[in-house]
């Protein structure tokens, strides 16, 4: 069985302060995807990561991807209340039903204001 | 520009009457998925299409079925809902010809209430 352990689970944070969530496995995955759900609404994918030490910025998001393509960063600069939400991480392989992801439980963070 | 769409957004059904969830999509995917969500957890796969491909989760109850009659369009039948069915419903696509990414794109949802 995968497993993809994010953490923290729950984060609650002042506007302005920096934050980081982790997610890790003993598996290694092809990609790696993160998204962000707000309430009611389905998950939207943030970004992709492919290559093991990949770094991408999305304004002041940056991810990362771990050497060993098994874990993966998320880190918010200067949060503000419009970051607030559920941050899922997944993990992507490929096998000959499709590509599947296994999700990491999950990190609420809620940025207030 | 809605790419995943899914109806209805909110579905209020009673204990034991079937209810269908319905999913289409412009994006020309060739794979489909159902999810379901409880609250302040990770989306939990269910099934998906690969083509007109069936893929059963093993621990997907048999309350759960779904059909494809093409490419477009996807369905979430739940024979005999029962309390505990009660969740977001998410269909994703994903395209497999010709990608590496596995990215999966979401709809909104269905909130499914039981009463």
């Known amino acids: 069985t995968q497993l993809l352990e994010q953490s923290p689970q729950f984060l609650s944070i002042q506007e302005g302060e920096n934050l980081t969530v982790y997610c890790n496995s003993s598996s290694v995955f092809s990609s790696l995807q993160w998204y962000r759900q707000e309430p009611g609404e389905g998950p939207v994918l943030l970004v992709t990561?492919?290559?093991?030490?990949e770094v991408k910025k999305l304004k002041r998001l940056t991810f990362q991807f771990g050497d060993a393509r098994k874990d993966s960063s998320l880190h918010i600069t200067a949060a503000q209340p419009g970051d607030t939400g559920l941050y899922l991480c997944a993990g992507a392989k490929i096998n000959n039903a499709g590509n599947m992801l296994t999700f990491g439980g999950g990190t609420r963070l809620m940025v207030k204001p | 520009d809605a790419m995943v769409i899914q109806n209805p957004r909110y579905q209020v059904t009673q204990f034991g009457k079937p209810v269908t969830l319905s999913c289409s999509q412009t994006?020309?995917?060739?794979?489909m998925y159902w999810y379901q969500q409880k609250s302040s957890q990770a989306p939990k796969l269910l099934f998906h299409y690969y083509d007109k491909d069936f893929n059963n989760e093993a621990d997907t109850p048999d309350n759960f079925q779904s059909r494809r009659p093409n490419t477009s369009f996807c369905f979430l039948d739940i024979r005999s809902p029962g309390l505990g069915d009660a969740a977001m419903y998410l269909c994703a696509t994903s395209e497999t010809r010709g990608s590496s990414y596995n990215e999966q794109f979401f709809g909104p949802g269905t909130r499914l209430t039981v009463l």
């Open positions: 990561v492919v290559t093991g030490g």
């Open positions: 994006l020309n995917h060739n794979v």
